[in-house]
């Protein structure tokens, strides 16, 4: 531990040191006053007074203003937070007020010059001590301060995320939409005409693709610096989906909507791509729609019509601007539902759906925990169809009730043909938004669960962000009924768009997925660990447990072992198949499993035993 000794009076020094010296405290440095330190200390920057614990500085050496002084030395910056003691020449009351005075200034203690050898070296030992539990207090202050820091940027970039795309800064699809909505207010209620221009870039995928995601981020950032630089202020441009962008022009005229169309598709038809020495011409389609005073419509009816232009845009030969006619939401619809209805029907009157199980590893174990039932499609031809093939039309054409209710009969007569040895096993089914506004799903649920004997904590249900929050309140009760019959709900896709945040406090879920999208570059993205890290502390805030899917490697694995996940499944766990299968997880023996291989045949034990 380092002193410094400052006193005019030399003799004074001499004897504080040989004391300190003969008590075996050795770096002990003099110096006649303030000056001649802070002159040695510009001298040996870094090895003298920077590094000291204690500066011993007489009252005389203070000079006149003495509380001043005092202070001065304490909150100096100069002496790098050094521990200041007056050596005092009054005794008896002066004595006491000259320690009030400077203790109050700062100071951390007042010896006498008549103190004897021993209490010197006892109170210089206590000074020190207490030095290094002030450094360590300051050093733990510090890193609060850090923490605390780092916490408000990441709620100021959670909140930022809730209403902007993280890759562009623009707007995101809920911003649109709160924009969308006060737009067609202002149109019925102002007589204003309003346009909504949908964006999709041509060449996008090739060179996604072509050149990896890398650069196909880079081509989204230089499309959105462009738009935003061209549109006027008051007009809004966001980012709504991998390659799409929608801007919002209010208080215009139907020619000035098509004119400026035009000008954006001329815009980026000019705009050139640069990936090392290959030029990419991107092109854009450009779906138009007109949102006129005296028509009756809603903001999503709004963005879809204008997707549906945009897609009629793409089907004329792309890089071409469309505006939307009642003729072209016909033909697309038509086409979409001639293929998928009657071929949905047949599936349901001919038993061409099959469930299909992927499990659901528990971290702190590694054993299987559960079975997520997926639906599967057998097409025309004996091929597999997964739900994004007739899940949408099915939604659309009111066959998703159907669906639904075949999944829920047959996960539980699976479930009831189980042998005895697995009555622990639990399943996850997932719901469509559309269940919650069926009546006849609850009094379903109770029959086939008292007929089937399974008890209804084995059942978990699952729901997506989104569809809980469209329509919240009905969605909550369905819930909470459903968790009163003693079943468990999940909330999927959970982060999405952020937008759960602001609910999940109140809606009564049991477990929290966490969405793809945050998982599958988990491994080398640090913003999706800090935002994972983020989504799972709230889950566990609020008593849920959470899940990740989409988990395709063990370095992924570990990381999310790392970040107190509960749950995770993906490929790397096990695919979905027909039958219930698992695998030995080594993860020390660098065994992984690749997507698509053939896993083991389950050898179903007791829930007191390994699952193998």
């Not at 995928?205 to 081509?219: P, Q």
């Not at 139907?254 to 980026?268: I, N």
């Not at 209710?405 to 042998?419: G, K």
Request: hydrophobic content about 45%; charged content about 25%; overall charge negative.
């Amino acid at each position: 531990m380092r002193i410094w000794i400052v006193d005019k009076n030399a003799s004074h020094i001499a004897a504080i040191h040989a004391i300190l010296s003969e008590n075996d405290v050795q770096d002990v440095h003099l110096a006649s006053s303030l000056r001649v330190l802070k002159e040695q200390k510009r001298a040996h920057r870094g090895q003298s007074v920077d590094a000291a614990d204690l500066l011993i500085v007489g009252e005389r050496a203070l000079g006149d203003e003495l509380e001043d002084s005092c202070r001065s030395l304490s909150a100096s910056t100069e002496f790098g937070g050094t521990a200041v003691v007056v050596l005092s020449d009054a005794d008896g009351d002066a004595y006491e007020q000259l320690a009030e005075r400077c203790l109050g200034a700062g100071a951390v203690d007042v010896l006498p010059r008549s103190i004897g050898a021993a209490e010197l070296v006892r109170r210089v030992n206590l000074m020190l001590c207490l030095q290094h539990e002030r450094r360590c207090r300051r050093i733990r202050e510090e890193a609060l301060e850090t923490e605390l820091a780092e916490r408000k940027i990441m709620e100021a970039r959670l909140k930022h995320l809730v209403d902007h795309d993280d890759l562009t800064g623009l707007p995101n699809r809920r911003r649109l939409d709160q924009a969308l909505e006060l737009a067609v207010i202002r149109s019925r209620n102002f007589h204003r005409t309003n346009a909504v221009l949908y964006l999709d870039l041509d060449q996008f995928k090739v060179v996604n693709d072509s050149e990896g995601h890398v650069a196909g981020d880079r081509l989204l950032t230089d499309v959105a610096n462009k738009l935003r630089a061209w549109l006027k202020p008051g007009q809004l441009v966001a980012r709504i989906g991998s390659d799409e962008f929608a801007i919002l022009l209010e208080h215009i005229n139907e020619a000035y909507a098509m004119e400026f169309a035009e000008s954006v598709r001329a815009l980026l038809a000019d705009y050139q791509f640069g990936v090392s020495d290959v030029r990419y011409h991107v092109g854009v389609s450009v779906g138009v729609v007109i949102n006129r005073p005296d028509e009756e419509i809603t903001a999503s009816e709004l963005l879809a019509r204008a997707d549906q232009a945009c897609y009629m845009a793409k089907n004329q030969g792309r890089n071409t601007v469309h505006q939307f006619s009642s003729d072209d939401q016909v033909m697309h619809t038509l086409r979409s539902d001639a293929l998928w209805v009657p071929r949905i029907r047949r599936a349901l009157a001919d038993d061409k759906f099959f469930l299909a199980f992927q499990p659901v590893m528990e971290l702190t174990t590694r054993r299987i925990s559960h079975y997520e039932a997926l639906i599967r499609m057998y097409g025309e031809n004996g091929e597999i169809l997964t739900p994004a093939d007739f899940i949408p039309v099915a939604e659309r054409m009111g066959l998703i009730h159907q669906i639904d209710l075949w999944v829920i009969e047959h996960v539980l007569d699976y479930m009831a043909a189980l042998p005895p040895e697995l009555e622990w096993l639990t399943m996850s089914v997932n719901l469509s938004g559309h269940a919650f506004q069926e009546n006849s799903l609850l009094p379903l649920i109770k029959q086939k669960l008292d007929m089937t004997w399974v008890s209804p904590s084995r059942l978990t249900f699952e729901i997506t962000e989104t569809a809980a929050i469209t329509n919240f309140a009905e969605t909550r009760k369905m819930v909470a009924r459903l968790r009163a019959l003693g079943c468990r709900f999940a909330l999927d896709d959970f982060g999405a768009g952020f937008s759960s945040f602001s609910y999940i406090k109140n809606f009564p879920v049991d477990l929290l997925k966490i969405d793809g999208s945050f998982i599958t570059n988990l491994a080398n993205d640090q913003t999706d660990q800090l935002l994972v890290k983020s989504m799972t502390e709230v889950a566990h805030s609020l008593g849920k447990k959470v899940i990740a899917e989409y988990v395709e490697s063990d370095s992924i694995l570990e990381q999310l072992v790392g970040l107190g996940v509960d749950y995770v499944q993906g490929h790397y766990v096990g695919c979905p198949q027909p039958e219930l299968v698992s695998r030995d997880w080594m993860p020390s023996s660098g065994v992984t499993a690749q997507a698509g291989t053939s896993l083991p045949k389950l050898e179903f034990v007791s829930d007191a035993q390994a699952v193998r």
